[in-house]
């Protein structure tokens, strides 16, 4: 797909900060004409986690085709239409999509935006409808009834949660249930009765919860995720900390932040390359050189698995008696990541690498990371316009 216009762009921010979900498609002049469309990558991934359709599982053949209903949207009207999904017995059976009367309201290389909701398909031209306009009119539109419909419903569990934590936030000061660097983490989720596990699922009914103590200089958590161990030089965990560990007091371990912008004490630095679409890991030890690798369709996929939604919680850290209690205060909200910036970021050192390995007592390696996290004042460069409440006042 083409790069999106200016006016294009704000417009998917605009239906990004109502938290609708959609899937961009861009019909060519060839397309329109034999009314076909190509299902790319991602409009087959929407289409299967809006449980709307799954190409993988349709066999080829038109006695195959999938037709479900769609509703077009203009500025003050809808017409309803046809939507073809399909596998054409030719060639390796790409799977394909068309809309009936597309052609009408679509010019070539214009891009439609699909939206999957109510079990239906919802289509317009995000190159030609005014949308901000429709928008913040007073006038009622159709789109701006889908738009405020979806809203309402995906915001209802935000605000649930968000009343959840200033109920907490007002019993005061709660005594961390655990020592250790996560129990900001792990204090507020038994606060709120999310069971405490390893799931790499969103905390809260689809919403990711992150919370931190309150610093200005301390980075955040984004994700944890081991390398592509087949594409690396490296096959494991336990290599990397035999190579790079050291000794402190009586644990071998490797705890240290890895960035692209410089090497650290370890000699290690990292190093995206966009013509292969790689993240690598690079030691100045000429014998090792590079040594592992993330591909970045996988970092943006765990980022955006991880990160459709999120609450950062904020927290005062308090010490009495040798205890540690927490204040939560504040939380900012933030949806849909912006994949190109995660990739800037990375060269920009904004986000930065953690490897926390360590051999344990009875031999075992365990690995907490690597984790990839980002600097304080990084997440308006990665996500869109976000929202922040205080959770200490109404």
């Not at 919403?207 to 931190?212: D, G, M, N, R, Y």
């Not at 204040?327 to 933030?334: G, N, R």
Request: charged content about 25%.
């Amino acid at each position: 797909m083409r790069p999106l216009t200016k006016t294009e762009e704000n417009r998917l921010k605009l239906l990004t900060k109502y938290s609708v979900s959609l899937t961009l498609i861009e019909p060519t002049e060839t397309g329109l004409k034999k009314s076909i469309m190509d299902a790319t990558g991602p409009v087959r991934n929407y289409l299967k986690e809006k449980n709307l359709h799954d190409f993988q599982t349709q066999l080829q053949g038109p006695e195959h085709k999938k037709i479900l209903n769609g509703f077009i949207y203009k500025q003050f009207s809808i017409e309803k239409l046809k939507v073809s999904l399909y596998r054409p017995r030719t060639k390796k059976g790409d799977p394909r999509v068309w809309f009936s009367g597309l052609t009408k309201y679509i010019n070539p290389n214009d891009i439609v935006a699909i939206i999957c909701y109510g079990g239906n398909f919802h289509i317009f031209n995000l190159s030609q409808l005014p949308i901000e306009n429709l928008l913040e009119s007073s006038i009622s539109s159709p789109l701006r009834e889908l738009i405020e419909e979806i809203s309402g419903k995906e915001n209802a569990i935000a605000y649930e949660l968000l009343e959840k934590l200033r109920v907490i936030a007002k019993q005061g000061l709660i005594p961390s249930i655990v020592d250790a660097d996560t129990s900001v983490g792990r204090t507020l989720e038994t606060a709120l009765g999310i069971d405490i596990n390893s799931s790499k699922q969103p905390d809260y009914k689809g919403i990711e919860l992150k919370s931190f103590r309150y610093s200005k200089t301390n980075r955040k958590n984004l994700f944890a995720q081991v390398p592509d161990w087949e594409l690396s030089k490296f096959k494991s965990s336990a290599e990397i900390l035999d190579v790079f560990g050291y000794w402190r007091e009586e644990n071998f371990k490797l705890y240290c932040t890895v960035s692209a912008t410089n090497r650290n004490s370890q000699g290690l630095t990292l190093r995206l390359d966009s013509s292969i679409k790689q993240l690598i890991e690079n030691s100045d030890k000429v014998e090792i050189g590079d040594f592992v690798i993330w591909t970045l369709e996988n970092l943006h996929k765990r980022l955006l698995e991880k990160h459709r939604e999120t609450f950062w919680v904020q927290a005062e850290s308090i010490i009495q008696d040798g205890i540690e209690f927490f204040q939560y205060s504040e939380v900012e909200h933030t949806k849909k990541p912006i994949l190109s910036q995660f990739d800037l970021l990375i060269e920009q050192g904004v986000i930065t690498l953690d490897h926390l390995i360590k051999r344990n007592s009875k031999g075992k390696v365990v690995e907490k990371g690597p984790i990839f996290k980002i600097k304080p004042n990084g997440l308006d460069l990665l996500f869109p316009p976000s929202e922040k409440f205080s959770l200490l006042q109404n």
